[in-house]
Nanobody
Framework: QVQLVESGGGLVQAGGSLRLSCAAS????????MGWFRQAPGKEREFVAA????????NYANSVKGRFFISRDNAKNTVYLQMNSLKPEDTAVYYC?????????????????WGQGTQVTVSS
């Protein structure tokens, strides 16, 4: 099992920026991909971005492409989500998650470890 701890959420005005961090520990050798998901009240958890540990290859949901950027620091076992030009509709609890090599990186059920989540609130 991989343990994940997110940090960096908060309250920001529309147009502002935040950077989320996700520190991984435990059986990190079993993790091939790290993903960021978000869940707004009354909505399902949705894919935001994912990155492959081995080469840093990123993938993004269309709704955040060009505004959010995912990166990783292998030495620190940490993944980051830089969020720019934030909109009120980005308000949600953001979760990081870990999965192995197989399975679609955008699907919630393919991830086997999850963090506790961090609240991001964007005011208009």
């Amino acid at each position: 099992q991989v343990q994940l701890v997110e940090s960096g959420g908060g309250l920001v005005q529309a147009g502002g920026s935040l950077r989320l961090s996700c520190a991984a520990s435990g059986r990190t050798f079993s993790s091939a991909y790290m993903g960021w998901f978000r869940q707004a009240p009354g909505k399902e958890r949705e894919f935001v971005a994912a990155i492959r540990w081995s080469d840093g290859s990123p993938n993004y949901a269309n709704s955040v492409k060009g505004r959010f950027f995912i990166s990783r620091d292998n030495a620190k076992n940490t993944v980051y989500l830089q969020m720019n030009s934030l909109k009120p509709e980005d308000t949600a609890v953001y979760y990081c998650a870990s999965k192995g090599l197989y399975g679609n990186y955008a699907i919630v059920s393919k991830y086997d470890s999850w963090g506790q989540g961090t609240q991001v609130t964007v005011s208009s």
